[in-house]
């Protein structure tokens, strides 16, 4: 059985960094998985919005159902995750649950203050190349915290992220059953 740190968040909530610092505190390998890291290497054609062979509109559900199903190819073959991901919809949630069943899944929620997360918008590197949006985080706190209590939870703007990474691990450590199923 693999073991699953979730990260769940809004955008430019620190999901990644917090990811990035897990792995260099946990003593076990994990792999940092999210659907940024699958657009960031060039896997995928262009996107675009014009109805053109690869809109975005369009293609967006088949990357995602590719997305997940990675997700579960990886774990599959005994390998650990830190999965950096943000739960769109009910529907995903019910699908994740699934997918994740036979795995140690540690649920944990990541906040953020929206003052800190428009900061952060407006500061990221990758919204200059289209990857990004100012307004995707307050769009993502909508909904993104409704579908399950959380085995964890933490303000990424509250401490450094060395020290968030710290306590998500001490909570991981010393969890009972995941609220995940």
């Not at 289209?130 to 307004?135: A, E, K, T």
């Not at 085995?151 to 909570?171: C, H, N, R, W």
Request: contains cysteine.
């Amino acid at each position: 059985m693999s073991s699953v740190i979730f990260l769940h968040g809004t955008s430019s909530s620190g999901k990644s960094t917090i990811a990035k610092s897990l792995q260099t505190q946990l003593d076990l390998p994990f792999w940092h998985f999210s659907s940024d890291k699958m657009i960031e290497s060039d896997m995928l054609p262009q996107r675009s919005n014009d109805n053109s062979a690869f809109d975005w509109k369009i293609n967006r559900p088949l990357f995602f159902n590719a997305f997940h199903g990675c997700i579960t190819a990886i774990l599959d073959t005994g390998n650990n995750m830190i999965l950096d991901h943000i739960i769109e919809s009910h529907e995903w949630y019910l699908d994740l649950q699934l997918s994740l069943s036979k795995h140690d899944v540690f649920f944990t929620a990541i906040h953020c203050p929206i003052s800190v997360l428009r900061e952060r918008e407006i500061y990221r590197e990758d919204r200059y190349i289209g990857n990004r949006y100012i307004g995707e985080a307050e769009y993502h706190l909508q909904h993104v915290h409704t579908y399950s209590k959380y085995d964890f939870e933490i303000d990424s703007s509250k401490q450094p992220v060395e020290m968030t990474a710290g306590l998500i691990i001490d909570a991981w450590i010393n969890r009972e059953r995941s609220v995940f199923f």
